[in-house]
């Protein structure tokens, strides 16, 4: 391939102890819980810079496969920016996933980030599939209604 040249992202994946699987780069982070069989908590933090590829949406690859549609929940309230490589890619995967998507809701912390979150669900044209929390307690409300028993956010990492 002449002379081209590429990196590919250094992503650490480890299964943690209360069972959630961790997937990390040298500054983002983010953590996989299932809840339930169709019901994924993922907990991030941050500057998503695209560091970690397109393994965050690898991880949830036999998920959609098993248990189609699933109830995706993101709690990004400890994301302080997303690059524009790394929003395309979750727009591009939400909008090809759509149809093994039942929900996605994602919890963030700033007015900048839930602006960016409101564009990645207009460009992935996935309608009302996408909600948009600001307030953690409606959040948490929101994953005990898909997964009874849930209490509450684990303690952030």
């Not at 992503?11 to 169709?38: E, N």
């Not at 920016?81 to 039942?102: D, F, H, M, Q, Y």
């Amino acid at each position: 391939m002449g002379d081209m040249e590429f990196t590919m992202p250094r992503v650490t994946r480890q299964v943690l102890d209360d069972g959630g699987v961790r997937l990390s780069g040298p500054k983002t982070w983010f953590v996989f819980y299932r809840l339930r069989p169709g019901v994924i908590l993922v907990s991030a933090g941050g500057p998503d810079r695209d560091e970690l590829g397109w393994a965050p949406m690898d991880e949830l690859r036999e998920d959609l496969t098993r248990f189609a549609p699933i109830e995706l929940f993101i709690d990004g309230a400890d994301v302080s920016g997303v690059s524009p490589a790394a929003s395309e890619k979750w727009t591009e995967w939400l909008g090809t996933n759509r149809t093994s998507i039942k929900s996605c809701s994602i919890l963030v912390r700033s007015k900048f980030m839930h602006v960016t979150v409101q564009v990645a669900k207009l460009f992935s044209r996935t309608g009302e599939m996408i909600r948009v929390y600001l307030d953690p307690a409606a959040f948490e409300e929101a994953i005990a209604r898909a997964a009874p028993g849930f209490a509450r956010l684990p303690p952030r990492q």
